[in-house]
């Protein structure tokens, strides 16, 4: 989890609610990526943005889902309302060196949807 | 499109014995693979990685994994592993020159050791 923060690190709410999940690089990235990781479907690439822009969003698993990246130091994933079957661990991830690298994946946000 | 299996959800092996963890690709173009390493609670750490060049490629900690492209497969493997080694190893690949732009990740392994 080298360079990346998330917030929070648990979540717990009630079905309907909705839910923020932050992600901050360390030190600024215009590459971010969201993960969702379950029992069931394992490790799961929800979106991710190149130049703060989603490049490729077929990840995420429906309306519900919106992320966003103003800037190369922040990105939001949301999540509106949220359902018991979006209870997982969420990771960010940033790539080191743009294009022969690979990532570096923060501690994680573990959301539980009762 | 790419993707990757796994081919054991779970290893159990005694401490100081070898393991070999399976991982096998499809793409129908070259590509860049990675193993990553998740302890209990953490997030994902990079293991180790192969780009190109020589198909043999190893860890700070013991392990290797050998690029076989004929076999379209990328094991991973210990000749003597520790209790510290207990966590969930994921293989995944990516297409070159995009490295890092998207990966795809197997199901996982989980590596039990015991004493």
């Known amino acids: 989890d080298a360079g990346v923060i998330q917030s929070p690190r648990h979540e717990v709410t009630e079905m309907g609610q909705e839910v923020t999940l932050r992600c901050k690089p360390i030190s600024g990235h215009n590459s971010l990526f969201w993960y969702r990781q379950t029992m069931m479907r394992g490790l799961e690439l929800l979106i991710y943005?190149?130049?703060?822009?989603?490049?490729?969003d077929s990840g995420m698993p429906e309306d519900r889902f919106s992320a966003k990246m103003p800037n190369a130091s922040f990105s939001t994933l949301k999540i509106q309302p949220s359902e018991p079957r979006d209870s997982a661990v969420y990771f960010c991830a940033i790539p080191r060196l743009a294009g022969t690298d690979t990532q570096y994946f923060g501690p994680g946000t573990r959301l539980t949807v009762l | 499109a790419q993707s990757v299996t796994q081919l054991d959800s779970q290893v159990p092996v005694f401490e100081e014995a070898p393991v070999e963890l399976r991982c096998n690709y499809s793409?129908?173009?070259?590509?860049?693979l990675f193993w990553y390493v998740q302890y209990p609670n953490q997030g994902l750490q990079l293991l180790l990685k192969?780009?190109?060049?020589?198909?043999l490629v190893e860890s700070i900690n013991g392990f290797e994994a050998e690029f076989n492209k004929s076999q379209t497969s990328f094991h991973l493997r210990k000749p003597s592993v520790h209790i510290s080694d207990t966590a969930e190893y994921f293989c995944?690949?990516?297409?070159?020159?995009?490295?890092?732009?998207?990966?795809?990740f197997g199901q996982g392994t989980r590596l039990t050791i015991n004493p």
């Open positions: 995944a690949v990516s297409e070159p020159p995009q490295g890092a732009q998207k990966l795809v």
């Open positions: 943005f190149n130049n703060n822009v989603p490049i490729d």
């Open positions: 793409s129908s173009v070259s590509v860049y």
């Open positions: 192969y780009l190109s060049g020589s198909t």
